[in-house]
T-cell receptor, first 117, second 111 residues
């Protein structure tokens, strides 16, 4: 149980284009989803917290107009990287929290590798 | 005050040995302490977690030791295996369910 999927698993795009990443909780309803960014050999940096039906809360230093987050349902959150540039290349990971009996744990997706050329 | 300090940065252990990774925190508002295992190119997977009202929790070969007064907690991997070679992250969470992650420990278990 507690499976979180992400799509796509990797994406290569040209500079200036937008990329959408989907995060789904497959077997539970996620009241809260989180988006992280991870550079090679580094820790996970929280970008934003997303609650179903409300606006995302962004961490300090994260551009909300560049990283658009939508949490339209209890099983789906999307991250759109708008006008992507090479410095946006990174490993993006979502996590989901919630569901019966899972009061504190975040379950992570497999991650999406974004490469911006 | 929001930091979680993790050590060592890297660790090499012989097969069958004990791997020990330590974390320290400052904010006493933290009330949930999970450990995650991450393989290259994959998302973190929950290993084991503990709350401050318990001093130790064991699940299979993995044990968390928690010292509330010292604000420290550690992960012990008994009988370490080459398949345990991965990066391990501690984290601290609180009521908003946000986590602060440690910097990670790259474990290599030699066959």
């Amino acid at each position: 149980g507690a499976v979180v999927s992400q799509h796509p698993s990797w994406v290569i795009c040209k500079s200036g284009t937008s990329v959408k990443i989907e995060c789904r909780s497959l077997d539970f309803q996620a009241t809260t989803m989180f988006w992280y960014r991870q550079f090679p050999k580094q820790s996970l940096m929280l970008m934003a917290t997303s609650n179903e039906g409300s606006k995302a809360t962004y961490e300090q230093g994260v551009e909300k107009d560049k990283f658009l987050i939508n949490h339209a349902s209890l099983t789906l959150s999307t991250l759109t990287v708008t006008s992507a540039h090479p410095e946006d290349s990174s490993f993006y990971i979502c996590s989901a929290h919630g569901g019966l009996g899972r009061t504190d744990t975040q379950y992570f997706g497999p991650g999406t590798r974004l490469t911006v050329l | 005050q929001q930091q979680v300090k993790q050590s060592p940065q890297s660790l090499i252990v012989q097969k069958g040995g004990i791997s020990i990774i330590n974390c320290a925190y400052e904010n006493t508002a933290f009330d949930y302490f999970p450990w995650y295992q991450q393989f290259p190119g994959k998302g973190p997977a929950l290993l084991i977690a503990i709350r401050p009202d318990v001093s130790e929790k064991k699940e299979g070969r993995f044990t968390i030791s928690f010292n509330k007064s010292a604000k420290q907690f550690s992960l012990h991997i008994m009988d370490s295996q080459p398949g345990d070679s991965a990066t391990y992250f501690c984290a601290a969470g609180w009521g908003t369910y946000k986590y602060i992650f440690g910097t990670g420990t790259r474990l290599k278990v030699l066959a």
